[in-house]
């Protein structure tokens, strides 16, 4: 899971202003805008818990198709399939601690609910 922020100059519903806004991008898609001057957040994905499972649960589909091609780039990568193959369970439940970190961040908002 990778969060990215820009901030830009964009104008506020609320504060009927042009104000700085941060740029919350989730997976390089666009997740929240939030404006500077007054704190008003938009959240922009109608269901992030369903794009990120969908993202995860494709990667975990294509992983034997990426192996493959990756090894007949580069035959020689064969060396660290052993390590990988050991330790990909773990790094899949560390990204899965982070969704549902994120998940229950989202639920602790007031006002703004992530479903």
Do not use: W
Not at 82 to 103: A, N, T, W
Request: hydrophobic share 30%; aromatic share 10%; proline share 5%.
């Amino acid at each position: 899971m990778e969060f990215q922020e820009l901030q830009t100059e964009l104008y506020c519903i609320k504060c009927e202003e042009n104000e700085m806004h941060v740029l919350t991008y989730l997976n390089q898609r666009l997740y929240k805008a939030r404006c500077e001057g007054c704190g008003h957040e938009l959240f922009i994905s109608p269901d992030p818990r369903k794009v990120l499972y969908d993202e995860f649960l494709q990667r975990i589909v294509t992983k034997p198709e990426r192996i493959s091609r990756e090894l007949k780039e580069n035959p020689r990568r064969i060396v660290t399939l052993p390590y990988r193959v050991i330790s990909k369970p773990y790094r899949m439940y560390k990204e899965m601690q982070g969704l549902r970190q994120f998940i229950a961040q989202g639920k602790s908002r007031n006002g703004s609910k992530i479903s």
